[in-house]
């Protein structure tokens, strides 16, 4: 557990004002003045409600951690041309770690096929400050809290969409392709795009493992490139819905659409 910096709670801070984050996300000017601002979000009473209680009571395996307890923000180079979007952090994983998909199964399922494919540096993620790099990619979440039972409602997600709007629109200039895991982040998506500047595609395209779709983008003329893929959690690796082939199909997939040639990785 080295390395890991306990982030003190703060007062209450103005992020509890009317119009927060819909009014605070689009000025933020480049990606760490947004992460900044993120990680003090505490718009959504049940979400605060909940991690902070995770990481009073803790799990056994962790009672020596200091949990970080809040907003996890997006995690990855800022030039990447390939962005991962996931669900939200999970209770004992990002909202203990501080890092989205690090320090639980889904996290060790994704940055090892991340790796197999030449996007990380090294196969395991567990806590920051472990010497995780990732090459090309940014990973993030529509949800940038720790949910009950994982599942965030509809009106949380779109409290938080703004997060990602402004991320995924400073991350434009550079930004070819998005493999989305779970229907979730897929139906969520879509609105977020739209709200970022890019054109809605029609019909709504339909989510599915493998599934493709080529999104107009007037600002700068180019496509964004949509790979869906399952999500990488405990219940579909362990049922075998999601293998780890399959993963790294998909993330190679959406390595190629964002021009991310030449990785190494298993034949």
């Known amino acids: 557990m080295d390395e890991i910096r306990p982030v003190r709670r703060r007062a209450r801070p103005a992020t509890d004002a009317a119009g927060f ?4 996300a689009p000025g933020a000017r480049d990606v760490p003045e947004l992460d900044a601002a993120l990680v003090t979000c505490r718009a959504c009473p049940r979400l605060v409600a909940w991690r902070e209680e995770v990481a009073r009571v803790k799990r056994r395996a962790f009672r020596d951690w ?3 307890a809040r907003p996890v923000p997006g995690f990855g180079p800022l030039d990447a041309p390939l962005a ?3 669900l939200a952090p999970a209770a004992h994983g990002g909202n ?21 494919v030449g996007l990380a540096s090294q196969p395991v993620a567990t806590h920051r400050g472990d010497g995780l790099e990732l090459y090309g990619v940014r990973i993030t979440v529509p949800v940038h809290c720790a949910p009950p039972d994982n599942k965030p409602t509809t009106g949380e997600r779109d409290t938080c969409r703004p997060w990602l709007a402004r991320e995924l629109e400073l991350l434009r200039p550079t930004l070819r392709a998005v493999v989305v895991l779970g229907g ?3 139906q969520a998506l ?6 970022a500047g890019w054109e809605r595609p029609r019909p709504r395209p339909s989510f599915g493992h493998g599934a493709e779709a080529s999104i107009a983008d007037p600002a700068t ?3 964004l490139h949509l790979v869906g893929g399952y999500h990488p959690s405990q219940r579909n690796m362990s049922t075998r819905t999601l293998t780890p082939a399959m993963l790294r199909d998909v993330l190679r997939r959406g390595a190629d659409l964002a021009g991310l040639r030449d990785r190494p990785g298993p034949q």
Do not use: C, K, M, N
């Open 21 to 24: 984050p819909a009014v605070t």
């Open 66 to 68: 200091e949990y970080w």
């Open 84 to 86: 991962i979007v996931g």
């Open 96 to 116: 203990r770690t501080g890092r989205i998909f690090t320090g639980d199964p889904s996290g060790d399922a994704l940055y090892s096929a991340l790796y197999d």
């Open 184 to 186: 979730f982040a897929w």
């Open 190 to 195: 879509l609105p977020v795009l739209a709200q």
């Open 221 to 223: 003329g180019h496509a």
